[in-house]
């Protein structure tokens, strides 16, 4: 079966500090997989989507990217945290046909003090 | 662009009684519409789907949806919700012809009280 692991689970990071969180998928192949960020009292906001190694797409311009150096392994990243980044990192995943939903993972709590 | 909307930020509602979760949604084209549920501090859970057929979709835990194509909703209801159902509640919405692209609504947090 599919499963899908973020770590790390909380994060305390200081402004201006470099972030990396970490998303891998276990049991399926050439996965698309996406970012998510969910604001206190918010909605869920799509930050990228990537549909093989190398591809990544960017929903919103911001201070972080992502990347994709294997095919079950999606990273985000920052090089100087914003008190702003604050909030729940959830990355998912999908096998890209038209009807299938979405799948995601325990989420990372990103606090920036 | 299609857009969702949830009208009820919050629910309150007491332990056994009915509750409808809101959800709209605005798009020229079909759609496939899914409901999630997220516990605290965990990722998104898939509830039910409506991909086509029969209008009214049902979950393994009580949850039912009915599309409504002329309303553009989705709604979500229970007949008898326990202490276990607190939640938020995401409706999201699919393009037929967008590739994997979910518009989530704002969520809805289902307070069940005892």
């Known amino acids: 079966s599919q499963t899908i692991h973020q770590w790390p689970a909380t994060l305390v990071q200081p402004v201006g500090s470099p972030l990396s969180l970490e998303c891998t998928v276990e049991g399926t192949s050439n996965p698309n997989l996406y970012w998510y960020r969910q604001a206190a009292g918010r909605g869920l906001q799509l930050l990228f989507y990537s549909v093989g190694i190398g591809q990544i797409s960017s929903e919103v311009p911001q201070n972080l990217s992502a990347s994709r150096p294997q095919d079950r392994q999606f990273i985000l990243s920052s090089k100087k945290l914003l008190l702003s980044d604050s909030g729940f990192y959830l990355c998912?995943?999908?096998?890209?046909?038209?009807?299938?939903?979405?799948?995601f993972g325990p989420g990372t709590r990103l606090t920036v003090t | 662009a299609q857009s969702v909307t949830q009208l009820d930020s919050q629910v309150p509602v007491f332990e056994e009684a009915p509750v409808e979760l809101r959800c709209n949604y605005s798009s020229s084209v079909s759609v496939y519409l899914f409901w999630y549920v997220q516990y605290p501090n965990q990722g998104l859970q898939l509830l039910l789907k409506?991909?086509?057929?029969?209008?009214l979709v049902e979950s393994i835990n009580g949850f039912e949806a009915e599309f409504n194509k002329s309303q553009t909703s989705f709604h979500l209801r229970k007949p008898s919700v326990h202490i276990s159902d607190t939640a938020e509640y995401f409706c999201?919405?699919?393009?037929?012809?967008?590739?994997?692209?979910?518009?989530f609504g704002g969520g809805t947090r289902l307070m069940v009280k005892p």
């Open positions: 999201a919405v699919k393009l037929n012809n967008a590739g994997n692209m979910l518009t």
């Open positions: 998912a995943w999908s096998i890209g046909t038209t009807v299938d939903e979405q799948y």
């Open positions: 409506y991909l086509s057929g029969s209008t």
